[in-house]
């Protein structure tokens, strides 16, 4: 028998590995493969593996392990913080999914238990696929990934609250403990037994464990506690899976937390690997191709379904259009708890085995889709926002509180655009207030602008990838636009719109990587702030002054990295700490870095052709060509495409030739 488990596990796993590298390297989420895998050893396909006793059995441990991080890492703290979020938001998706899904299974002759449970079923969405896209995409700060996050939450405590309910929801098909009220009773005790726990008995353990300092004590400690309160649970007739995520809540409150977290994520990432295997080998392919359109219709049937209850449960949040069409786009599959509890509602008759088989076919399917959804929802989203729907639609349904656009600063000039209100969209937004410079904000997050309007923050509510939102804040008259949104398809959207309602407005945008600096660029960003950069010089400037290197030697070298690094950006050398100094000492006098675009009549004009002074009265104080920079350039130094020239002058003046370098016709903007 120990043979023939290890000969299964060594199949399984070599297997997966084949696969899993097949699939990233198409850049398809790991826990595909994994199901892929099992299907391909299990009985109804290859059939490598006839028996899946021992698979399922590890599998099994996997899921206790997956429910007692998700335990550790759940904080009582955070969810009130985002209560609203979650609870009306994860309410609203789960109840309308769940109806729906209801009443097309009555309507199709099912009875009302198993009707009701396949609806909670369908509700619920893959937390381990959604966030790792989001994670990958760097979208989970986004307005869109917080959302989808918290509704996530909620259906992951909807399905522990379920788990023990689920005798009850069978209507007598199982064996309930005699009567609900026993139940209760059985209840009452574990819930004694883990304040005990949570207020004296662990504490205390973890405390004695921690003073000796031994980590394979500790490791064997926290699995102690896992197992053992799972155990616990299923001598009260309740599952192992309630009892690990209980486990993990008693610890998640302690100053251990982190370090259980560290200790056991290992171990349930093997193991949930196992978990998904199994839901694999489950599949009958024959039944699959046997109802091969039933299962490709209700696949998207679902998809449509839950891509609408998830869009319209964060509609009625606030948020703006784009955004709810995006989080629903997130959510559009049946996630790994469904299969959790479709095992159960199978063995206690909620379900019948066709009904079980069509489900995991459809659960399959719609997790397969959803990296391909997610990479595509951007343009979707781009898509469903120019529908003919009512203004207040796409601007968001807002909650009190939030006054109508229209009410910010119409008439400012000369103003700082700030789009994002997260630390960076702060931090410019107070260091504008403490230099007395106009500003006005953006932000998708109404619960944010309700606060900050308390504090008088000149702050807008709306989705900025909206003109019209952008005309509000009287774009075509600001001086500069930071955009600070850490969502990159959402920011290049931004910019290009930017550019395209204000050709004079000096755009600077924030990104999180350098893949993303060439396309703002392109669209039209003047500037662009690598956050991966910019991290790194300020490391290794640090790195250096603990070495006691000099400061101007540190400032050299910054200068130095940063005029190769950042040649492909647009910045400069050595000039730039000389143009600072004579913009500090001479305020009327503008320096600004301009680019000269391949369309503009400029371009392969000398400069005594362009009579640049005379007809926009500025002056070029150098021109920068790749490496080269032409300092004090002469009438018969030519202008080329790409050029990157430092002219001076009023502000005014300034502004008036960037239409010219970028080849756009001047037009009047009021």
């Not at 850049?27 to 109804?44: M, Y």
């Not at 909807?158 to 209840?187: E, F, Q």
């Not at 190769?564 to 000389?578: I, K, N, Q, V």
């Amino acid at each position: 028998m120990e043979k023939q488990l290890l000969a299964h596990l060594i199949i399984v796993l070599g297997l997966s590995v084949i696969v899993i590298l097949a699939f990233l390297k198409v850049r398809i989420p790991a826990v595909l493969g994994f199901i892929l895998t099992g299907v391909l050893a299990g009985p109804h396909a290859l059939g490598i593996i006839e028996g899946r006793g021992e698979v399922e059995a590890l599998s099994e441990l996997g899921v206790v392990l997956l429910l007692f991080s998700i335990g550790i890492e759940f904080s009582l703290k955070d969810l009130l913080e985002s209560r609203r979020t979650v609870l009306v938001g994860g309410s609203i998706q789960v109840v309308l999914t769940a109806v729906t899904v209801y009443f097309l299974c009555t309507m199709l002759g099912l009875g009302h238990p198993q009707s009701a449970f396949l609806g909670i079923l369908v509700s619920m969405s893959s937390t381990a696929i959604v966030l790792k896209m989001l994670d990958e995409r760097s979208e989970i700060t986004t307005p869109h990934g917080k959302n989808t996050l918290s509704i996530l939450i909620f259906q992951d405590l909807l399905v522990v609250a379920l788990m023990p309910m689920l005798p009850i929801v069978s209507a007598g098909t199982a064996n309930v403990g005699g009567s609900i009220p026993v139940l209760v009773g059985k209840a009452a005790a574990l819930m004694l037994f883990l304040y005990a726990s949570y207020r004296w008995v662990v504490p205390m353990l973890l405390y004695q464990i921690a003073r000796t300092k031994s980590r394979d004590l500790f490791m064997l400690s926290i699995i102690l506690i896992c197992l053992g309160i799972a155990w616990l649970t299923s001598l009260l007739g309740l599952s192992l899976a309630l009892g690990a995520f209980l486990a993990g809540l008693i610890i998640s409150e302690s100053e251990y937390s982190q370090e259980a977290l560290g200790r056991i994520l290992p171990l349930r990432d093997i193991f949930m690997s196992l978990f998904f295997i199994s839901v694999g080998m489950l599949l009958d392919l024959g039944f699959i191709v046997h109802h091969l359109g039933a299962v490709i219709g209700l696949t998207l049937l679902i998809i449509f379904l839950k891509v609408f209850t998830g869009s319209f449960s964060t509609l009625v949040l606030g948020y703006p259009f784009r955004a709810t069409v995006l989080a629903g786009l997130a959510l559009a599959q049946i996630g790994e708890f469904s299969f959790i509890l479709s095992k159960s509602g199978l063995d206690m008759g909620l379900i019948t085995t066709d009904s079980y088989q069509i489900l995991l076919a459809i659960s399959l399917l719609t997790m397969a889709a959803t990296p391909f959804v997610i990479n595509a929802s951007p343009a979707l989203a781009d898509l469903a926002v120019r529908l003919p729907l009512p203004h207040r639609v796409l601007s968001g349904l807002r909650p009190l509180g939030i006054r109508p656009a229209g009410e910010a600063p119409a008439r400012m000039t000369d103003h700082l655009v700030i789009i994002g209100y997260g630390v960076n969209g702060r931090n410019v937004s107070r260091a504008a207030s403490m230099t007395g410079i106009p500003y006005v904000v953006i932000e998708m997050n109404p619960d944010t602008v309700r606060a900050e309007r308390r504090k008088g923050t000149p702050i807008c509510y709306g989705d900025a990838t909206q003109e019209a939102i952008l005309h509000h804040v009287g774009i075509h008259r600001a001086h500069v636009v930071v955009i600070t949104i850490p969502d990159a398809p959402s920011a290049r959207r931004v910019t290009e719109l930017v550019r395209k309602l204000s050709p004079a407005t000096h755009i600077i945008a924030r990104t999180r990587y350098l893949k993303e600096v060439e396309p703002l660029y392109a669209l039209g960003a003047d500037q662009v702030i690598p956050e991966e950069y910019e991290t790194s010089i300020e490391i290794f400037a640090r790195a250096l002054a603990e070495y006691l290197v000099p400061r101007d030697d540190i400032e050299r070298c910054i200068n130095e990295l940063r005029s190769s690094g950042y040649g492909m950006f647009r910045s400069l050398s050595g000039e730039a700490t000389t143009i600072a100094d004579l913009q500090h000492n001479l305020p009327d006098f503008k320096v600004h870095t301009l680019t000269v675009h391949p369309g503009s009549p400029l371009a392969g004009q000398t400069l005594i052709e362009t009579q640049i002074r005379k007809r926009y009265q500025v002056s070029i104080l150098a021109i920068r060509r790749g490496d080269r920079t032409i300092i004090n350039p002469g009438g018969d130094d030519v202008l080329l495409p790409g050029d990157m020239i430092i002219v001076s002058g009023d502000l005014e003046s300034v502004l008036s030739i960037i239409p010219v370098l970028r080849g756009i016709p001047v037009r009047s903007c009021d």
